[in-house]
């Protein structure tokens, strides 16, 4: 649809074809993947739909995405949210603070790698997103109050993924890594001697090579305040590192993956506090 502006008929139109699709999500399994295609395909690129259409048809869908994400269908629920990262909308954003907190960590993981979909749409749009920049920097404070109340370690990968995906972003990428550098810090207090989850190791040096490429790229060009956030990053990693081998929480000897794993987050950890250092130089 390329016309300007989206008539009421076409929006009654519009809220008709998405009601089954939205309800097949609560039924059988082999539907269900059907159905988010055609809730979707409206908005396909080459059917080249107007941006007013876009607008209306994805309020109309997280419109009725709501109720499913306040039931008690826990597929019905992963299935709006996977709808919800692909909209990536002011009105999709929303939809995703009620499953932040739900009691199912398959929730909260879905809830959260939505929200990564939609900063990761916002970054590589480039100004042209259907995400307004209030929205989506509000969006970033969410994930990041979620990351502190988080104990399941792969919810936490998730929210630090979502967090990582606004660094490329030049709107969001110093609160994105300023969030990373507190989420660290809250993470590596409360993990304190003990060893962390493999898998969240994983998730900060994938965090920390993310930062080591920004700081490659932007060079002298990166705010000062930015690179205060990277050295923060990576001071966190650090101490939590030393913490946990100090404590003896990580077996020693060779070929031991959580031993390897914080070893290579030793070393890039001190590389992001030295590159960051050096940059800033005295005012670090």
């Not at 304190?192 to 190791?201: E, I």
């Amino acid at each position: 649809m390329q016309a300007g502006a989206v008539a009421p008929d076409q929006v009654a139109a519009i809220a008709a074809a998405i009601k089954p699709q939205v309800e097949a999500l609560s039924g059988p399994t082999d539907a269900i993947g059907a159905a988010r295609r055609q809730l979707l395909s409206p908005l396909a690129a080459s059917g080249n739909p107007s941006v007013p259409f876009r607008l209306r048809y994805a309020e109309e869908v997280s419109k009725q995405l709501a109720p499913l994400l306040n039931g008690s269908n826990q597929m019905a629920k992963i299935n709006a949210l996977v709808i919800a990262g692909e909209l990536s909308t002011s009105d999709a954003v929303r939809l995703l603070a009620k499953p932040r907190t739900d009691a199912d960590p398959s929730v909260r993981f879905q809830a959260a790698d939505a929200g990564r979909a939609i900063l990761s749409t916002y970054a590589n749009a480039r100004g042209s997103t259907l995400l307004g920049d209030d929205d989506a920097r509000t969006l970033v404070n969410d994930i990041a109050k979620a990351i502190s109340a988080e104990k399941d370690p792969l919810v936490q990968d998730a929210l630090l993924a979502s967090l990582e995906a606004a660094l490329p972003s030049q709107k969001l990428q110093e609160l994105a890594a300023k969030s990373l550098a507190d989420a660290a810090n809250a993470i590596a207090r409360a993990a304190d001697k003990s060893a962390a989850d493999t898998r969240l190791l994983e998730a900060f040096q994938r965090v920390a090579d993310t930062m080591s490429d920004l700081l490659n790229r932007q060079g002298t060009t990166m705010p000062a305040p930015m690179k205060v956030s990277i050295g923060d990053f990576g001071a966190s990693t650090l101490w939590h590192t030393k913490q946990a081998i100090a404590a003896k929480a990580v077996p020693g000897g060779a070929n031991q993956p959580l031993r390897d794993a914080y070893s290579r987050l030793a070393q890039s950890s001190e590389n992001l506090i030295l590159r960051a250092g050096n940059s800033l130089g005295p005012t670090f």
